[in-house]
């Protein structure tokens, strides 16, 4: 399902609370398996997020994806 902002300002407070609970629950258990250190699940998105950046690994499968079947670029640089 797709929405465009039109559609998401006029389901906001039906969308807003499920996302804010989901949100809520997920750093929840981020913050248990990290130990607490938030900072260290922060950086390993980071370079998760800098690894496999937009646009690098549009149109590929999760099979492609765990097959290594990717472009062997250079990752985005973690720091500006």
């Known amino acids: 399902m797709s929405f465009n902002e ?3 300002k006029t ?3 039906r ?3 499920i996302h804010n609970d989901a949100f809520c629950e997920l ?3 981020l913050r248990r398996q ?3 250190d938030l900072d260290r699940m922060l950086v390993l998105a980071i370079i998760g ?3 496999i950046s937009r ?3 549009e149109g590929m499968s999760y099979d492609n994806f765990n097959a290594l079947e ?5 990752p985005a640089p973690t720091s500006t």
């Not at 990717?70 to 250079?74: A, G, I, L, T």
């Open 27 to 29: 750093m929840l258990v």
């Open 11 to 13: 389901h906001f407070g």
């Open 6 to 8: 039109d559609a998401l």
């Open 70 to 74: 990717r472009p062997d670029d250079e």
């Open 55 to 57: 646009g690098r690994i």
């Open 34 to 36: 990290f130990g607490g």
């Open 15 to 17: 969308i807003w609370p």
């Open 49 to 51: 997020s800098r690894t």
